[in-house]
C-alpha cells in the first residue's frame, strides 16, 4: 500500500503563484513516476505535470513555462511550483505515484482556486 499526503493548495489572485507538495510513503519499492493531475468542474481529469525517477519530465503544453515539477529521489517527494496562475487553473490538483508495475496510486486531492 502506498500514502500520499499533499499539501499546499489554496486561494490566490490571477498572477500569484502556489506550490504543492506531494509526500509518498509505505510500500513504495519501485516508482517509476510522480506528477501532477488536475480536474476542473465538469472536465476530464488532465496531466499537469510529471517526473520519472530517471530525471524526465513532462509538462501539459497550458502550463509550459508557468509551472515547474521537481522530484526528491530520497525523500519520495514530488513539488510543483505554479507561477503566472490563471483562473483557468482552478481544479483540484492530484498527486500521482506510478510504479514500475504500472499500479497507479493517487492523493486525496488539494484545490487550487485562482480568482480574477
Known amino acids: 500500500q502506498v500514502q500520499l499526503v499533499e499539501s499546499g493548495g489554496g486561494l490566490v489572485q490571477a498572477g500569484g503563484s502556489l506550490r504543492l507538495s506531494c509526500a509518498a510513503s509505505?510500500?513504495?519499492?519501485?516508482?517509476?513516476?510522480m506528477g501532477w493531475y488536475r480536474q476542473a468542474p465538469g472536465k476530464q481529469r488532465e496531466l499537469v505535470a510529471a517526473?520519472?525517477?530517471?530525471?524526465?519530465?513532462n509538462y501539459a503544453e497550458s502550463v509550459k513555462g508557468r509551472f515547474t515539477i521537481s522530484r526528491d529521489n530520497a525523500k519520495n517527494t514530488v513539488l510543483l511550483q505554479m507561477n503566472s496562475l490563471k483562473p483557468e487553473d482552478t481544479a483540484v490538483y492530484y498527486c500521482?505515484?506510478?510504479?514500475?508495475?504500472?499500479?497507479?496510486?493517487w492523493g486525496q486531492g488539494t484545490q487550487v482556486t485562482v480568482s480574477s
Open positions: 517526473a520519472t525517477t530517471g530525471g524526465s519530465t
Open positions: 500521482n505515484a506510478e510504479l514500475i508495475s504500472g499500479y497507479v496510486y
Open positions: 509505505g510500500s513504495i519499492f519501485s516508482l517509476r513516476a
